[in-house]
């Protein structure tokens, strides 16, 4: 990993997870993987989460999802590498700034993004009312 980053380990201790097709909760594991969230920084170092998720079976034979992931509440979003703070901190950036000058500003608060990166976020943002 990169110099003065830190990095911190963590697992959901819930003994449980409900479905997200059909609702029914389940405790039967299948598996565990990592998942690397980079998240706000911390004192400022860049951080990163590397959190334990588990697989589980859904225990309802006609629901489409026969396993499914934990999600973390306020930690983790299906498929996201950032954490919503993080990932709102850039937001805000993007539309304040956008391109470099966002870049630069992002690199000085320890969360650096490309101009690229920046650029996205603003794309996909709602348009104004």
């Known amino acids: 990993m990169a110099a003065g980053l830190l990095l911190v380990l963590a697992r959901a201790r819930a003994a449980t997870a409900a479905c997200p097709m059909c609702g029914t909760v389940s405790g039967r594991v299948h598996s565990r993987y990592s998942r690397t969230l ?6 400022g170092r860049q951080a990163a989460i590397v959190l334990t ?5 859904c225990a309802v034979p006609g629901c489409p999802r ?3 992931a ?4 306020g930690l983790t979003v299906r498929y996201a590498r950032k954490t919503p703070l993080l990932a709102g901190m850039l937001g805000s950036i ?3 700034l ?5 870049s630069r ?14 650029l996205r976020l603003v794309m996909a943002a709602p348009d104004p009312q």
């Open 98 to 102: 956008a391109g470099r000058a966002g």
């Open 38 to 43: 980079a998240d706000a920084a911390i004192g």
């Open 105 to 118: 500003l992002a690199c000085g608060l320890g969360v650096p993004a490309s101009r690229q990166v920046l």
């Open 70 to 73: 934990e999600q973390v509440d």
């Open 53 to 57: 998720v588990r697989r589980f079976f």
């Open 66 to 68: 026969t396993t499914f």
């Open 94 to 96: 993007a539309v304040a």
